[in-house]
């Protein structure tokens, strides 16, 4: 029997740097998946472990790297993370990793950002992957799970009417998503965390003002927005799940529903996914 595919490594290494610089800190939180492949084929056809990497030292590479690059954004800690492994183990060839960013807000007080003082942004985490080997790497930045939604100007009307379709056309309804949004970089931003914040804005505006006929509509043209003004991003692809607000029937109680009452639900939901990139 052959061993068409393999890889290993260390799931949901949290780590949490902490820059500081008199009374003002930076807290930079992440829980990271590290996998490598390579010759480690051994391993599982024949029970040699000789050219296995322990995946804990997996875990105590990324603690001493945090040590030695406290100060580095998420991007930058993750390629510093792959290069260890590469420079360190001939027998790995690539190695890929994922890391979830949770994102702290700094307080502020009287108006005065406070030096060491934060709260959970509850609203998605930060996402980093990484894909590198000797011969190159692939960097992608975005976010998962950030939800937002617009209670009008939204759309879904024309879609196909057959015998199964219950759902009538709406020219009128709220938009909600969960989004998981990725962005793949051709070339490095002067800084990450701008250009990302950037992304980010510009979705939000695009959905937030103008009027969207469905899902799909307002992702690609979210998309664009992101590619004509970041240069150094190749392609952002998305996955949008419907978050369904369903109007509450109120005539059995001799009530009008104006658009007023909703039944929140995102079970089941629509699924939405592309990528948008440069053609």
Known sequence: MALTA????KGRVRVMRL????????????????????????????GDN?????????????????ARHVDLGAEAFVQAVAAVFLETYPQVETVTIEALETRWLRQAFDGTPHGHTFTLDGNGSGFVGLEASRGGAVLRSGLRGYTFMKTTQ???????????????????????????????????????????????????????TTYSYGVQDSMYRMGEAVLAAIPEIAEVAFAMPNKHYIPVNLAPFGLDNPGTVFLPTDEPHGQIVATIGRG
């Open 50 to 66: 000789r050219a296995c990497v322990a995946t804990d030292s997996v875990k105590n590479i990324v603690n001493v790297t945090a």
């Open 154 to 208: 939204s759309g879904w009307a024309d879609f196909v009417d057959d015998q199964y379709r219950t759902l009538p056309d709406t020219t009128d309804r709220i938009a909600a998503t969960s989004m998981d949004a990725t962005w793949t970089w051709s070339g490095g931003p002067a800084d990450h965390a701008a250009a990302n914040a950037r992304a980010l804005a510009l979705m939000i505006e695009v959905f937030g």
């Open 19 to 46: 820059a500081r610089d008199g009374d003002h800190h930076i807290p930079r939180e992440l829980t990271l998946t590290v996998l490598m492949t390579g010759a480690f084929e051994a391993a599982w056809t024949r």
């Open 6 to 9: 393999s890889t290993y490594g």
